[in-house]
């Protein structure tokens, strides 16, 4: 079992910043691709981002692309969500979720663990 638990959600406002951290336990953590998703209040889930095992692959929405930067630390089990000029629109719950196969996946069912999310608000 891998306990997952996303920090550093709140308020901000639009043109602004927030750093999302995600730590997961489990001795594998080097070995697992890690994936953010975000869900706005009356929306389905969507993926934002994702990373692989070693760090060297990335993925991104092409809603976050060029704003958004994902990164992880293996030695502190922890992946990051840098956000930078965040818009209204950026607006929801975002989760991070553990893929045990340590690779990038844009698909929800890629995902085995999820944590209980954290809110992000942006006010225009």
């Known amino acids: 079992q891998v306990q997952v638990v996303e920090s550093g959600g709140g308020l901000v406002q639009a043109g602004g910043s927030l750093r999302l951290s995600c730590a997961a336990s489990g001795r594998s953590f080097s070995a697992y691709g890690l994936g953010w998703f975000r869900q706005a209040a009356g929306k389905g889930r969507e993926f934002v981002s994702a990373i692989n095992w070693s760090g060297d692959s990335a993925a991104y929405a092409d809603s976050v692309k060029g704003r958004f930067t994902i990164s992880r630390d293996n030695a502190k089990n922890t992946v990051y969500l840098q956000m930078n000029s965040l818009k209204p629109e950026d607006t929801a719950v975002y989760y991070c979720?553990?893929?045990?196969?340590?690779?990038?996946?844009?698909?929800?069912?890629?995902?085995?663990?999820w944590g209980p999310g954290t809110q992000v608000t942006v006010s225009s």
């Open positions: 979720a553990v893929r045990i196969l340590g690779l990038t996946g844009d698909w929800e069912n890629d995902y085995e663990y």
